[in-house]
């Protein structure tokens, strides 16, 4: 099996183009698009780099995942010779990163930027330079890995997630079925891509189906307005945060409006949409949006399709091959199909994760007796057999712009510094970003507060996205007999 078939035997086709918006450090030369042939040129190129580090399939390499032509390619190019890539966020702070390469063990670290690195890392090959004969390196992979995601979970630091490039296919080839995905579609998205979404959907995705990634480094409404106009037939694929700032450019710019207007597909995921958003974008642009729903472990688990239309609040049916089973809170499997009995969901099929890296702690937890994934979202089925997402077992998992962060890691960020006596992290309900990380610190009488700095520290060693967007100084934190936090009346 390969993955991205239409690389076999690559023509002109447009497969890859980025807007980079303006740039800090001018690139000469570097083109901002390839065809499939150039495109196979240039992975052969980053494989052969990969052979002369003696890097073979197998084995781990460490990418950091900037939105740039040269990282796609190299992305691609792991993904073809079965090399794993663990995509490392730009804005990664110092803890989380040392975390993520003692656990991943990566053979190097690659990077299109060194001189803005601040961590040592290997150069990757310059698209200008490449001139490779070779053709391309189309291996064939099955339970081969290619991907480590790092995802975080309510305590602790991130767990490493697996993929495998047989997962992956089956997922985006039932994605590619629920929504009439061909080589005709450009996709366009502005999201990260060291996540499911942008990466394994986003990228891996076009290329799957033949067709073109057009990708907006930094999400701006006008840019996404422009990359949708320059497609003859495009799927827009965005977080909820993306589709309130559209929602609100739209209402501004009349051209943004209509460019999302004749999108053939827009897709929301990663976290729920609103219905308030379903109808503001109906009314601005006169179509719907589909939704699906997945999480890291499992690749996508249900998605309305496309001949369907939109279906504000639900998440769809199950993707073909995947099993999804409600379960009560003694585990029971509920059968009712009233939309209202409210289960966990359990995720069953090929693209779920074999198991956590190096957690066989976690993975105990993780999957019941039958080898079905605990999700931890709680949800309803409707009669057709539509899930409605309401809500999550733990309040200790946040959803901020589409980012899953864990409660326990910034707390344990908080605890360490100076003036914190105690600290608790909530979710909060937020327009724009979902949910809003706010942080309740009792603070130590001694010292001077700084929320600002409390902000920073969080931002520095974990990532810029898990910071709390709110420090709230007080007297002392609502416990229950136990002694634990009670999140419910932070959040209320
Ligand atoms: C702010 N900044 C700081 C900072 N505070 N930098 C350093 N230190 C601080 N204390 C900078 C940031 O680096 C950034 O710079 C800028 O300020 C704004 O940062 P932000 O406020 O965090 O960005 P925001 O506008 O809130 O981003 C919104 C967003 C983003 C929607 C663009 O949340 C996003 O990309 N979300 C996508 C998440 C996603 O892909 N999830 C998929 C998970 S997979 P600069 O220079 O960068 O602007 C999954 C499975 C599935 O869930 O189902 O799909
Ligand atoms: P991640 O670990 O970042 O992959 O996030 C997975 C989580 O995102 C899931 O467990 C859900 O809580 C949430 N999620 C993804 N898609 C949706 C959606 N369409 N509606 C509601 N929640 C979603």
Not at 398 to 422: D, H, M, N, P, Y
Request: charged residues 25%.
């Amino acid at each position: 099996m390969s993955l991205f078939p239409r690389l076999a035997s690559p023509d002109v086709r447009l497969a890859l183009e980025v807007d980079e918006g303006p740039r800090l450090t001018p690139h000469p030369g570097n083109p901002r698009s390839l065809d499939y042939a150039t495109l196979a040129r240039a992975a052969s190129a980053h494989v052969a780099q990969l052979h002369e580090l003696g890097v073979e399939r197998g084995a781990r390499v460490a990418i950091w995942a900037r939105s740039d032509l040269p990282t796609l390619v190299a992305l691609v190019g792991n993904a073809l010779a079965g090399v794993v890539s663990v995509p490392l966020s730009p804005k990664l702070g110092a803890r989380e990163l040392m975390h993520v390469l003692t656990d991943a063990e990566p053979a190097v670290v690659l990077t299109s930027d060194v001189e803005g690195q601040s961590t040592p890392a290997l150069p990757l090959r310059a698209l200008e330079t490449i001139d490779a004969s070779e053709p391309p390196p189309i291996r064939e992979l099955d339970d081969d890995p290619v991907l480590l995601l790092y995802t975080s979970g309510t305590t602790g630091a991130p767990k490493g997630v697996e993929l495998s490039a047989r997962g992956i296919a089956a997922n985006l080839d039932a994605l590619a079925d629920a929504w009439g995905w061909t080589e005709a579609d450009d996709v366009v998205h502005a999201l990260p891509l060291f996540h499911v979404h942008g990466l394994v959907l986003g990228l891996f995705g076009a290329l799957r189906a033949g067709g073109a990634l057009r990708h907006v480094a930094r999400f701006e409404p006008a840019a996404i307005g422009a990359q949708l106009a320059a497609s003859p037939r495009a799927m827009l694929f965005a977080v909820p945060t993306m589709i309130h700032r559209l929602i609100d450019a739209a209402e501004a710019d009349r051209s943004v409006a209509s460019a999302l207007g004749r999108a053939r597909l827009v897709v929301s995921g990663s976290a729920g949409l609103p219905t308030r958003e379903h109808r503001r974008f109906e009314s601005i642009t006169g179509r719907g949006i589909v939704e699906r729903y997945g999480l890291t472990e499992t690749l996508i688990v249900c998605g309305v399709r496309a001949d369907e239309g939109a279906r504000p609040g639900y998440v769809g049916r199950p993707l073909r091959g995947v099993e999804v089973r409600l379960v009560d809170d003694a585990g029971a499997v509920i059968d009712a199909h009233d939309d209202a009995t409210i289960g966990e969901v359990l995720v069953r099929g090929p693209s779920v994760l074999a198991g956590y890296l190096h957690r066989p702690d976690a993975n105990e937890e993780a999957f019941d007796a039958e080898g079905f994934f605990r999700t931890g979202d709680l949800a309803t089925r409707a009669s057709d057999g539509a899930l409605r997402i309401v809500g999550r077992k733990s309040t200790d998992l946040i959803k901020c712009g589409g980012f899953k962060i864990g409660a326990g890691e910034i707390e344990a960020v908080l605890l360490e510094q100076s003036g914190v006596r105690e600290g608790a992290v909530a979710g909060l309900p937020d327009d724009d970003l979902g949910e809003r990380i706010v942080a309740f610190v009792v603070a130590d009488p001694n010292v001077p507060r700084d929320g600002d700095a409390l902000i920073a520290a969080v931002a520095r060693e974990l990532a810029v996205h898990k910071r709390p967007r709110e420090i709230r100084f007080v007297d002392d934190l609502p416990r229950n007999a136990m002694g634990k936090v009670q999140k419910a009346k932070l959040r209320a």
